[in-house]
């Protein structure tokens, strides 16, 4: 995380995101430089629009709350009807009730 934290710093600053400037940022934070990671993580996003990305980024943050509120709902159901079963199966007394 900390590699694309750097490359989003050179990103935000408008310079290039190389290899020499995310080690930069790394050491500057107190890491230590995995030259394999960066190479990786420089060729990955020469091919991907920063800015666009972003903006994807941001339109799904907005869509999680509505989610999150969903995913409640759901669960206030699934809870409602566990209730409701508990309560019909709860009117059985005979014996198999005794034993589970």
């Known amino acids: 995380m900390q590699y694309l934290h750097a490359a989003l710093v050179l990103h935000s600053t408008g310079k290039e995101i190389s290899e020499k400037g995310i080690e ?5 934070a107190g890491g230590k430089p995995d030259e394999s990671k ?4 420089v060729a990955s996003l020469s091919s991907i629009n920063i800015d666009e990305a972003i903006k994807g ?3 799904m943050t907005a ?6 509120e969903s ?3 759901v669960k206030d159901a699934a809870v409602t009807e566990e209730e409701e079963k508990d309560e019909e199966e709860g009117d059985d007394l005979g014996l198999s009730s005794l034993f589970g």
């Open 57 to 59: 980024a941001s339109l």
């Open 63 to 68: 869509v999680v709350p509505r989610t999150s």
């Open 38 to 41: 960066i190479k990786t993580l």
């Open 24 to 28: 930069a940022i790394i050491k500057a």
């Open 71 to 73: 995913i409640k709902d």
